[in-house]
């Protein structure tokens, strides 16, 4: 099984940040292939089967962005459509199944998300969409090397319960085991 496939098996926020930073990634290498398989591939797999299957998932891929007109910037549909579900599954939560657990945990990300909005060039976004681009964007600075300050980091922690929890419900919604 690919990486990305255990990655979304077993938690969706996670593989929404991984296929983010796969769609940057293979933006870097100019969505060329040979490049690709040169720098990035003998990292992931070793065998000659793994080799071509993850070949050919970038190959989907990189065809995917570039049918989708997604080759500078954007998500690819797929993952647009999972960000959907999420936002779906918060508001379900939230105004028909009254999660009182959940309920709190939004609560208190609340002001920390109507502060990340406010410093956001996206202010039309979903507060779900909000708390991945946040997430995302520590990840780049983390990359970089960038410092973050204690109270960033408060906030970074309130995204990720928003999204943990959401991520194991999702899981649930995914099995029919949540009950709406």
């Given at each position: 099984?690919l990486?990305?496939?255990?990655?979304?098996?077993?938690?969706?926020?996670?593989?929404?940040?991984?296929?983010?930073?796969?769609?940057?990634?293979?933006?870097?290498f100019?969505?060329?292939?040979?490049?690709?398989?040169?720098?990035?591939?003998?990292q992931i797999?070793?065998?000659?089967?793994?080799?071509?299957?993850?070949?050919?998932?970038?190959?989907?891929l990189?065809?995917?962005?570039?049918?989708?007109?997604?080759?500078?910037k954007?998500?690819?549909n797929?993952?647009?459509?999972?960000?959907g579900?999420i936002?779906?599954?918060?508001?379900t939560?939230?105004?028909?199944?009254?999660?009182?657990?959940?309920s709190?945990i939004?609560?208190?990300?609340l002001?920390?998300?109507e502060?990340?909005?406010?410093h956001?060039?996206?202010?039309?976004v979903?507060?779900i969409?909000?708390?991945?681009?946040?997430?995302?964007?520590k990840l780049?600075?983390k990359?970089?090397?960038d410092?973050?300050?204690?109270?960033?980091?408060?906030?970074?922690?309130?995204?990720?319960?928003?999204?943990?929890?959401?991520?194991v419900?999702?899981?649930?919604?995914?099995?029919g085991?949540?009950?709406?």
């Amino acid at each position: 099984m690919l990486l990305a496939e255990q990655i979304k098996e077993n938690n969706i926020a996670e593989y929404v940040l991984y296929m983010w930073q796969t769609e940057d990634l293979v933006r870097g290498f100019d969505l060329n292939i040979d490049s690709i398989e040169a720098n990035v591939i003998p990292q992931i797999a070793k065998s000659d089967e793994d080799i071509q299957a993850v070949k050919n998932w970038y190959l989907q891929l990189i065809k995917e962005l570039r049918i989708q007109g997604k080759t500078q910037k954007g998500h690819c549909n797929s993952i647009i459509e999972i960000l959907g579900e999420i936002n779906y599954l918060h508001n379900t939560l939230i105004n028909l199944m009254q999660d009182g657990k959940y309920s709190d945990i939004y609560k208190n990300a609340l002001p920390y998300l109507e502060d990340f909005r406010k410093h956001s060039q996206e202010e039309e976004v979903s507060d779900i969409h909000l708390c991945f681009n946040a997430l995302y964007g520590k990840l780049i600075l983390k990359l970089k090397g960038d410092s973050i300050s204690e109270d960033t980091e408060k906030a970074f922690t309130h995204f990720r319960n928003v999204l943990g929890y959401l991520s194991v419900k999702y899981k649930q919604m995914k099995a029919g085991q949540l009950n709406f």
